[in-house]
């Protein structure tokens, strides 16, 4: 089985900071790496598929980049409502998540 | 416009089988696979399997090997996922997905308690 290691597992930060999260997967797993944001009671959204395709949709604050084992989730400005927890998920070889990233207000 | 929608909250007691739908419309039900995750309270996402609609086919993950049975009724455009032999550590929120990603049900809790 591909396991996903995400990190950090948590994060405080601003409105308008510049935020990174970063997967990686246990082995390669080209761009096969998709990006969700979930808040409480809610079911996963996706934000990125295929490492850097952004979601129809979503703010282009949001990026992602990597392939083969590495990958980053990037917002540019934080806002408001992004607050939330983010998971990385491969899908090279049925669906594997991340542990999951909290990002919390400072 | 697409939707997935779940059937509503469990109560099971352990030793118990529990079966959750999911229904499709705004879309040709059998061109995507369905997955089935489930999220226990306060932890991370878990990948069950999948099932093909088109022809029942199904993978499963080999921790739920020998207890999860998905199924589908193409004529009502419905997946269903059973779990049997249900212990605490079920508890949780099952989600169904379509297989591209973008389209996941609202969610089912199972409450597994004696």
């Known amino acids: 089985d591909i396991q996903m290691t995400q990190s950090p597992s948590s994060l405080s930060a601003s409105v308008g900071d510049r935020v990174t999260i970063t997967c990686r997967a246990s082995?390669?797993?080209?761009?096969?790496l998709n990006w969700y944001q979930q808040k409480p009671g809610k079911a996963p959204k996706l934000l990125i598929y295929a490492a850097s395709s952004l979601q129809s949709g979503v703010p282009s604050r949001f990026s992602g980049s990597g392939s083969g084992t590495d990958f980053t989730l990037t917002i540019s400005s934080l806002q408001p409502e992004d607050f939330a927890t983010f998971y990385c998920?491969?899908?090279?070889?049925?669906?594997?998540f991340g542990q999951g990233t909290t990002v919390e207000i400072k | 416009q697409v939707q997935l929608v779940q059937s509503g909250a469990e109560v099971k007691k352990p030793g118990a089988s529990v079966k959750v739908s999911c229904k499709a419309s705004?879309?040709?039900?059998?061109?995507?696979?369905i997955h089935w995750v489930r999220q226990a309270p306060g932890q991370g996402l878990e990948w069950m399997g999948w099932i093909s609609p088109d022809s029942g086919g199904t993978n499963y993950a080999q921790k739920f090997q020998g207890r999860l049975t998905m199924t589908r009724d193409t004529s009502i455009s419905t997946a269903y996922m059973e779990l049997s032999r249900l212990t605490s550590h079920d508890t949780a929120v099952y989600y169904c997905?379509?297989?591209?990603?973008?389209?996941w049900g609202q969610g089912t809790l199972v409450t597994v308690s004696s």
């Open positions: 998920q491969q899908s090279y070889n049925t669906w594997t």
């Open positions: 997905a379509r297989d591209d990603l973008a389209f």
């Open positions: 705004g879309y040709t039900f059998t061109g995507y696979y």
């Open positions: 082995q390669s797993i080209s761009s096969y």
